[in-house]
């Protein structure tokens, strides 16, 4: 802060202090002191917005406010206030300026400045942030400290230039674990582990600075910096998985992430970033990656609402796509302009429309569906559960990874078998191949029942005889001796022009005589033919919930395969239930025989491989039989369902394929106007063509030849004439890594936004940014390297007038970690974390059951994942935006309905809820003191590590003290109730250590206790 | 050095800069309460701990103190509500005039031929007043000379999603805090021990359509001033139970041992997030006993049960649901909101108006009458209403969206009891007298709470935005 700007700050507070003495005031700075006062209390009504100015007169233009107003009086006089009209109103108690309905009012001191900076000769400055960006001098440093600390960083230069005229010293740097910790947290959003603070406190001792270098590079080259940093910008991009209006369905679009958190681990540079979001698609011979990055056109709400128009929406999307591209992009707030000229900043209507029509040829849909009343022939038949298109079909590294795991675990499951069973079971299969060679035997009809007959025979009723008999929807079969694994049903050809037809097998039943009817349960079903269904936005995989047969001049077959394989004797009957009655002519066949895919059932290579002698078998024959006995029997039930399991885990990974939303531009774009007031069914207003926004340097517009392009914009947000990009990249990057923005606006960098604390020092990061190739890294490094960051953070108690919201940066700011760290750093502490995978889909931690109770089109629900996926970084949770996890949303993660530069920090009681009775938490209390218990036998050296752990440093003998009571006292209530210590232990999926539980229910209370603490929680 | 003074504070700070953040403490919007402040004649003078509201002094005599906002979510027909329109009915069936309806957004009937739909229920006067409701309601019905019905009432938003938007925050662009948390900011809760703004949600058989929490979000207001969803399933308010095998005295310890060692923190490092820290923990533990509670209304005595047809207490019923909203009345919850999804009634309009009103006749209607009762609906303000309402074109067996006119009643508060407001077209098309625009309503309820609506607003994204944005006129002929 300048120290004018301050003292002016102070001389508003003269009427309440007047203690404060005022010193000798130098010169008012129009962009300093007199803009921030005008942009609130004037440009309302003398501004730029031409329709709601008053009496003509204009006071952002200096030219305008020099002349005589139509009532012939002079607004501003130069050097001479007191002939100035804009004085004397401001004076005016009878007819005062700003009027009475205004509701604003000047303070005697902003009066005062009014007055001085008219005398000083009214000079106008353009607005800071839209200036051309020119690097300013570095301050020469004579502070004794500087000189001593041989410091020459740049960043310290201006800091303690500023520090230096307020006579304040700066504070001395933090000790090195509370110093690693930060930097741990700041660069990759997750703790240091105990040996990490442990050998930089040794290499500190001997050359702290190449010890703390060193900490830079490392954490910097870490993978998980890439996470870190896509954390931010995926609020900037408003990245989700679900659409936000109405019914939220699903969006596929994770590769977009994958691609954001691979950007900043290759330190991408950030024009080509930009460039490759806004217009990869338009780049010669674009890359998949690059094609992927267009997802970020499509991050905007979309809507599947019936009776939504396409075209009101069209607007919407646009609208909103211009606000998010402004506020990413140019820091700056667009949304006014939608309906009027901006009252504050000069961004016009007709910029706002200028900009929405560089995307006019993004291929979208304004309802993604196709209504009767709103048809779309583009998507034909689609529904709730289809996707968003236009997307890319890509392989996910992740998926094709996590496959690979799979695979190689059902590989050790399989070789688990003993090769006796195999065998054994091998011989039964060979002799029934011997009186059923196909592998199949078609089994006899019995009885088709019809729906009504069902219905009446579950009422004990008599089918109704008189009237004609519904088609059936239940057929009983006459099973075949044997062991049953497999069904397969055949259906007759459908010819074209028929449609086809959704076969949905609702049950199974069998009956033996003499037993109570068994449900026959499916563990998967699929058809190597079929029409694709969607659920959720994805398609559905197998057939189990329907079959949609395709039209085909042959039969069809579908396979439905036995969750628990019977053994059947003559008489037994099966019973199957159909939703709607089947296709006249199906056919029922049953095997003995199964495999990790149905549609490997009874296949050639099976039959080959079963009839092959044990010893001449192949590898791959091998795994074929070993596969079929796993399958088809069940003579180890948990191996069956293990095997089960993991085989549709496997298939879920649909061999590494995922589909993602990406920008596809049509020939034709759309034909956009101002629509005046935001109206979009005003097709009055004239016609736009895009153009860069008009209030900064180096404006580009279409020309009749040509159009300019998404392209073209991006070239131009990375151009050397356009300085408000660079500014709004750096002061976001200074607000990570310091809790405040050098301008603490991060979302508006205009006439309503903050003059920035240290301009210069803005300016001058932000022209090292553009020249040093856009480099995020290379100014990430600049700022952490600086003594001015290594600072410690107490704040300090003499300083808290001089400078109270610690602009000046005599020390450190204590940041709250984002919500997805909070959850990172307790998974992370509890050793659960998984720190080996990188990107791939969405993963869903738990969440309390109902949450998508109001969720409708489809219905929802959700199921947490269940393996080791529960314990996914934050940045890949499920971002469902109307519903957004409560652990999100109660720490402030942003629901990404828009651009969001900025998150807000709260200290809300639905935090102190969260890390205390959230599983999540819970669950990583109790690893955590598994993982103090496995540590030593005393309970000092189990707290010491626990704290070591979680905060990087040992207990105070008070906190000792004081938890080693919490322990007796919880111990003794677990010994007492060791029901209550199971329950405890029970929660979450990480399965708890045997052993004590009483011990170990113990000392989870402590661990939870350690986890909810304000410096767990607090990157000091 | 001086006594640290909060005033002198908010005031050497750049306002935006103390907006996002003020290292030395108090809650980032103690500005707006600051800068009201000084009008006020005593500045400083102590309160107990929490927020007590931008608003040091009211602008208007306040008249209510709590809102309790009945959205019937979906868009429930004025037809078969409140708006009586004998001429459409005696034109069921018959082509709908064109002269209504040339050039007008329509939903679902985009495309169709319209054609009239009058109303399948019969009206009758009511009360003292004589005011006219379908008899589909008739608890409701029983208390008209409490209503104020107005039946010109417009929006702008066709489709659900955003017209819940426009009708909870006054705009559609996303970051635009909702009405309960304006009145939270703006007056702060009469309790510290429950959120102050509390939203129920429950659902009927027919006309289901989603709900966003974005209906609820604090917008660009700090999240604290977000509503708080009670769920009908698991806890009440999400993670307010203890885990499993924690009973409340061992989670007490562990709040205290918590709090014990976040204090010997705050003596060492100067960071006044601490301190907040400690009183949101001892906030979130008396959440802990007060929610479940309040939440128990199996200590409710038959009889109130049977007034407001609770079935099974707790139930997630919207019966339930408003003796929840009494409790919560009771304990000073500054706005109270209960969703019920049932009204989108674009085919099968009998059966599902018949279902919505068997719903929630007899519990909006107990709801006012044991408010009363208890002396609080003077100060209570109760909005029954949708987001919209249903065109006077039948669209099958059902009615499509309509925002050119549509009824909703308030009752309490300060509100003229026992009148209508406002009047449609003879085919109900349009309201063409006294219109009220959301922005007016808001503008007037918020009158109502003691706020001028011009005068409540806060800084987001370079403007000072407001509930009712641009526009709004307080409707004097709905107020007592």
Request: hydrophobic share 40%.
């Amino acid at each position: 802060m300048r120290s004018g700007q301050l003292l002016s700050r102070l001389a508003i507070l003269a009427a309440l202090m007047p203690a404060i003495a005022l010193a000798a005031a130098p010169r008012v700075s129009f962009n300093r002191d007199i803009r921030p006062i005008m942009s609130d209390t004037c440009f309302h009504c003398h501004g730029f917005d031409a329709k709601s100015r008053k009496a003509g007169l204009r006071l952002d233009l200096r030219e305008e406010a020099l002349k005589p107003t139509k009532n012939g009086v002079l607004p501003i006089v130069p050097g001479e206030p007191e002939k100035s009209e804009v004085i004397l109103r401001i004076n005016d108690t009878a007819d005062p300026m700003p009027p009475e309905e205004a509701h604003k009012t000047l303070t005697p001191a902003q009066k005062e400045l009014f007055r001085r900076w008219i005398a000083e000769g009214a000079p106008y400055e353009p607005h800071w942030a839209y200036a051309p960006l020119v690097r300013p001098a570095v301050p020469a440093v004579a502070s004794a400290e500087s000189r001593a600390a041989r410091s020459d960083h740049p960043v310290d230069a201006f800091i303690r230039a500023k520090l230096a005229a307020k006579k304040i010293s700066p504070s001395p740097a933090a000790e090195p674990a509370r110093l690693l910790r930060r930097l741990s947290l700041d660069l990759t959003g997750l703790p240091p582990t105990p040996a990490e603070v442990a050998a930089f406190k040794a290499d500190s001792l001997r050359d702290p600075r190449t010890a703390y270098r060193a900490q830079v590079d490392r954490l910097l080259a870490s993978p998980r910096h890439g996470e870190r940093m896509a954390v931010w910008w995926l609020d900037v991009a408003r990245f989700t998985d679900t659409v936000g209006f109405h019914g939220d369905q699903n969006q596929r679009i994770f590769p977009y992430r994958d691609y954001v958190i691979a950007a900043f681990n290759a330190n991408k540079r950030f024009d080509a970033f930009t460039r490759e979001q806004l217009a990869g698609d338009l780049l010669p011979s674009p890359t998949t990656e690059q094609r992927i990055a267009t997802g970020y056109n499509r991050l905007n709400m979309m809507t599947r609402e019936g009776g939504a128009q396409p075209k009101e929406y069209l607007a919407k999307y646009g609208a909103e796509r211009v606000r998010s591209v402004a506020a990413a992009w140019f820091g700056s707030t667009f949304g006014c302009a939608e309906c009027h000229d901006h009252k504050f900043d000069p961004i016009k209507t007709r910029d706002f429309y200028e900009l929405q029509s560089f995307f006019a040829d993004v291929k979208q849909w304004g309802v993604y569906s196709d209504y009767a009343y709103t048809p779309n022939p583009d998507l034909k038949g689609w529904s709730n559960d289809h996707p968003f298109p236009p997307e890319l079909a890509v392989t996910s590294p992740y998926l094709v990874a996590r496959r690979e795991r799979l695979l190689g675990e059902f590989a050790s499951l399989r070789s688990s078998l003993p090769e006796a069973a195999v065998e054994a079971w091998v011989a039964e299969a060979l002799s029934h191949l011997e009186r059923n060679p196909t592998g199949w035997s078609e089994l006899a009809s019995k009885a088709a029942l019809s729906a009504e007959e069902l219905r009446g025979a579950d009422k004990k009723k008599a089918p109704a005889k008189a009237r004609a008999r519904p088609a059936p929807t239940s057929l009983t079969l006459l099973a075949e001796p044997g062991r049953l694994a497999t069904l397969r049903l055949e259906v007759p050809p459908v010819p074209d022009g028929k449609a086809p037809g959704l076969l949905r097998l609702t049950a199974a039943r069998l009956r033996r005589p003499g037993a109570r009817e068994e449900k026959l349960e499916i563990s998967f079903a699929d058809a190597s033919d079929k029409e694709p269904r969607y659920a959720d936005g994805a398609e559905v995989l197998g057939i189990s919930t329907g079959w949609r047969i395709p039209r085909a001049d042959t039969p069809r077959s579908g396979v439905w395969q036995l969750a628990v394989p019977r053994l059947l004797a003559a008489g037994d009957e099966v019973e199957l239930i159909f939703a709607a009655a089947p296709p006249p002519g199906l056919r029922v066949f049953s095997s003995p025989l199964a495999a990790s895919d149905p549609l490997e059932t009874a296949s050639a290579g099976q039959l080959a491989a079963l009839r092959t002698a044990p010893g001449q078998r192949t590898v791959a024959q091998r795994a074929l039989v070993a596969d079929a006995a796993l399958f088809a029997h069940a003579a180890d039930r948990s191996i069956l369902e293990r095997a089960q399991r993991l085989a549709a885990r496997i298939r879920e990974t649909r061999d590494g394929q995922a589909w993602s939303l990406i920008t596809e531009a049509v020939a034709t774009p759309l034909e956009l106007r101002v629509l005046p007031r935001g109206n979009w069914q005003d097709e009055s207003g004239p016609i736009v063509r895009p153009a860069t926004p008009s209030f900064l340097p180096g404006r580009r517009e279409s020309t009749p030849e040509r159009r300019l392009t998404r392209l073209d914009l991006a070239e131009f947000i990375v151009s050397k004439e356009n300085p408000i990009t660079a500014r709004t990249v750096v002061n976001r990057l200074w607000a990570m890594l310091f809790g405040t923005g050098l301008s603490a606006v991060l979302d508006d960098l205009g006439s309503q936004g903050e003059l920035p604390s240290h301009p210069e020092l803005l300016d001058w990061l932000a022209a090292e940014f553009r020249e040093s190739g856009w480099d995020l890294r290379h100014t990430i490094r600049l700022i952490v390297t600086s003594d001015t960051y290594r600072q410690g953070s107490s704040l300090r108690r003499e300083l808290r007038d001089a400078d109270p919201s610690n602009r000046l940066l005599a020390s450190q700011n204590p940041r709250r970690l984002e919500a997805e760290f909070v959850r990172d750093a307790a998974l992370f502490a509890a050793g659960l974390l998984n720190l080996r995978d990188i990107g791939g889909p969405s993963a869903k931690p738990y969440q309390p059951p109902g949450y998508y109770a109001a969720l409708q089109f489809p219905d929802r629900d959700y199921i947490a994942s269940d393996d080791e996926e529960q314990w996914r970084r934050g940045v890949y949770m499920h971002w469902q935006r109307t519903f957004l996890h409560p652990m999100l949303a109660n720490f402030d993660a942003p629901s990404r309905d828009e651009c969001a530069a900025a998150r807000t920090v709260s200290n809300t009681p639905q935090q102190a809820l969260t890390l205390l009775n959230d599983p999540t938490f819970v669950e990583a209390a109790r690893a955590l003191a598994a993982r103090a218990l496995a540590a030593g036998s005393s309970d000092a050296t189990r707290l010491r590590e626990a704290f070591q752990i979680a905060l990087g440093r040992d207990p105070k003998a008070t906190e000792r003290d004081s938890l080693l009571k919490l322990l007796a006292a919880q111990r003794d209530h677990y010994r007492t109730n060791p029901d209550d210590a199971e329950k405890l232990l029970r929660i979450g999926l990480a399965p708890a250590p045997a052993g004590d539980a009483a011990e170990l229910a113990a000392w989870s209370q402590v661990a939870r206790v350690v986890l909810n603490l304000q410096e767990f929680i607090t990157r000091y | 050095m001086p006594a640290f003074d909060p005033t002198a504070h908010a005031l050497s700070v750049n306002r935006r800069a103390f907006l996002q953040q003020s290292a030395y403490g108090l809650g980032g919007l103690a500005l707006a309460m600051l800068t009201n402040r000084l009008g006020a004649a005593t500045p400083g003078a102590t309160r107990p701990k929490g927020w007590h509201g931008a608003l040091v002094a009211p602008h208007f005599p306040v008249k209510a103190r709590r809102v309790i906002y009945l959205c019937m979510a979906g868009g429930p027909s004025q037809f078969e509500t409140f708006d009586w329109k004998p001429k459409l009915k005696a034109l069921h069936d018959q082509p709908f005039p064109e002269s209504f309806t040339a050039g007008q957004q329509l939903a679902q009937l985009q495309n169709m031929v319209l054609k009239a739909r009058g109303a399948f229920t019969e009206f009758r006067r009511h009360g003292q007043s004589g005011i006219e409701i379908s008899d589909l309601f008739p608890h409701i019905a029983s208390v008209a000379d409490d209503l104020c019905v107005v039946r010109s009432m417009t929006t702008e938003q066709i489709n659900h999603d955003t017209a819940h938007a426009f009708m909870n925050t006054g705009s559609i662009i996303k970051g635009r805090p909702s009405m309960g948390s304006w009145l939270l900011y703006g007056l702060g809760a009469e309790t510290q021990e429950l959120p102050g703004f509390i939203v129920l949600t429950s659902a009927g058989r027919f006309g289901l359509q989603p709900i966003s929490a974005r209906q609820w979000s604090s917008g660009a207001l700090p999240s604290k001033f977000q509503g708080i969803q009670f769920q009908s399933r698991g806890d009440a308010v999400h993670y307010v139970g203890n885990p499993a095998g924690v009973c409340q005295s061992t989670q007490r310890q562990v709040v205290e041992e918590v709090q014990r060692l976040n204090g010997l923190l705050a003596e060492e490092t100067l960071d006044p997030e601490i301190t907040t820290r400690i009183a949101q923990y001892e906030l979130a533990f008396k959440m802990q006993t007060s929610v479940p509670e309040l939440t128990d209304l199996k200590r409710e005595p038959k009889e109130m049960l049977d007034l407001y047809g609770v079935k099974e207490p707790g139930d997630g019923s919207f019966a339930s649901n408003c003796l929840l909203a009494r409790r919560l009345a009771e304990r000073g919850v500054r706005m109270i909101q209960l969703y019920h999804r049932a009204w989108d009634h674009h085919g099968q309009l009998e059966e599902g108006m018949k279902s919505g009103a068997r719903d929630v006749d007899q519990a909006t209607a107990a709801l006012i009458k044991d408010l009363k009762q208890r002396g609080m609906l003077d100060d209570t303000l109760i909005l029954w209403g949708g987001e919209f309402g249903r065109t006077p074109m039948g669209q099958g067996t059902g009615r499509d969206h309509h925002i050119n006119a549509f009824s909703v009643f308030m009752a309490g508060g300060g509100v003229k009891a026992g009148t209508t407001y406002g009047a449609t077209d003879d085919l109900g098309y349009r309201a063409v007298e006294n219109v009220v625009d959301v922005h007016d309503l808001h503008a007037t309820m918020l009158a109502l709470m003691g706020i001028d609506h011009v005068r409540l607003n806060t800084k987001f994204q370079g403007l000072d935005i407001r509930l009712t944005g641009v526009a709004g006129k307080v409707v004097p002929g709905l107020m007592a």
